[in-house]
């Protein structure tokens, strides 16, 4: 079953979520601002659009941005592969550039 506000099958569909990418090629800056555009997207549109689904997509973004995803606490570390610093929630140990690189550890 789809899950329209916490995963959503069309963003999952290779090996990283295409949200995950997204923070790994911005700054924290310009993934902080990111967030916030798309919880301002939702909350506006919410009484014209889909409702209590785009607020509970803006809750998302927001509980994203403050570092309480589901997953756990997002943390900076750097990439074991290349020494970028990148922000990951799942333990990864390399960053998704790295990940899709051959013969990266």
């Known amino acids: 079953m789809s899950d329209a506000i916490n ?10 979520e295409t949200i995950d990418y997204i923070q790994d090629k ?3 800056e310009q993934f902080e601002g990111y967030l916030v555009g798309n ?8 009484r014209h659009k889909n409702g209590m689904e785009d ?3 803006a809750r998302w973004h927001l509980d994203r941005l403050i570092g ?3 997953e756990g ?9 290349c020494g970028v610093t ?8 390399v960053c998704a550039e790295c ?4 013969g990266s550890p």
């Open 7 to 16: 995963s959503p099958n069309h963003y999952n569909s290779g090996d990283i």
């Open 26 to 28: 911005l700054t924290v």
């Open 39 to 46: 919880i301002m997207k939702y909350v506006s549109r919410y």
């Open 55 to 57: 607020l509970k997509k």
């Open 68 to 70: 309480n995803k589901p």
């Open 73 to 81: 606490k997002a943390v900076r570390k750097p990439c074991a592969y």
């Open 86 to 93: 990148f922000i990951t929630s799942d333990g990864a140990k």
């Open 99 to 102: 990940k899709d690189k051959e």
